[in-house]
T-cell receptor, first 113, second 116 residues
């Protein structure tokens, strides 16, 4: 049972344009969400997070939006740069820490120069 | 400072053999996780250690898999009688304490296990 779903396995975006990566979840007990970025032969690195008390969190070129009623979150990257080409994983957790992260299957983002 | 260190980085083993994978977490991190990523798949949770609490073993796929964490630091994941379906990248991660806004997981580069 896939509790965190990334339905787009790949996405190609022109350099300078906006990249939008989507994620859906089914467990209503999730209330902390993270995005990780992974390059080949490296472990995932933390990118940005959001808790359920917010609907938006911004960090430089990266913004995460959360729609709790739709159980949907998205990551916006603007402007997209060639170095953003990687696999992006959405992850979710319960509250108060001490909870394992449940990951989606990832979306491979390719930025076209 | 040093990140999460995993060894070996690559391991090729014959079907039926036992393997041990090692993880050195970031100093001071009380939480340690093992995940694996099979080809074309997402990250699959295996086991979670938090301080002196009993580990959450709910993700271990069979009783051939076990893990321990000695002295609250180094962890070893052991796979007995390896099977070809065990081939994957095994990732270790640590955090200050569970998953909170101030302590995201920090991952190592993984051990790529190939069972022939």
């Amino acid at each position: 049972d896939q509790q965190v779903k990334q339905n787009s396995p790949s996405l190609s975006v022109q350099e300078g344009r906006i990249s939008i990566l989507n994620c859906d979840y089914t467990n209503s007990m999730f209330d902390y969400f993270l995005w990780y970025k992974k390059y080949p032969a490296e472990g995932p690195t933390f990118l940005i997070s959001i808790s359920s008390i917010k609907d938006k969190n911004e960090d430089g070129r990266f913004t995460v939006f959360l729609n709790k009623s739709a159980k949907h979150l998205s990551l916006h990257i603007v402007p997209s740069q060639p170095g953003d080409s990687a696999v992006y994983f959405c992850a979710a957790s319960g509250s108060f820490g001490n909870e394992k992260l449940t990951f989606g299957t990832g979306t491979r983002l390719t930025i076209i120069p | 400072g040093a990140g999460v260190s995993q060894s070996p980085s690559n391991k090729v083993t014959e079907k039926g053999k036992d393997v041990e994978l090692r993880c050195d977490p970031i100093s001071g991190h009380t939480a340690l996780y093992w995940y694996r990523q099979s080809l074309g798949q997402g990250l699959e949770f295996l086991i979670y250690f938090q301080g002196n609490s009993a580990p959450d073993k709910s993700g271990l796929p069979s009783d051939r898999f076990s893990a321990e964490r000695t002295g609250g630091s180094v962890s070893t994941l052991t796979i007995q009688r390896t099977q070809q379906e065990d081939s994957a990248v095994y990732l270790c991660a640590s955090s200050l304490g569970g998953v909170t806004a101030n302590s995201p997981l920090h991952f190592g580069n993984g051990t790529r296990l190939t069972v022939t």
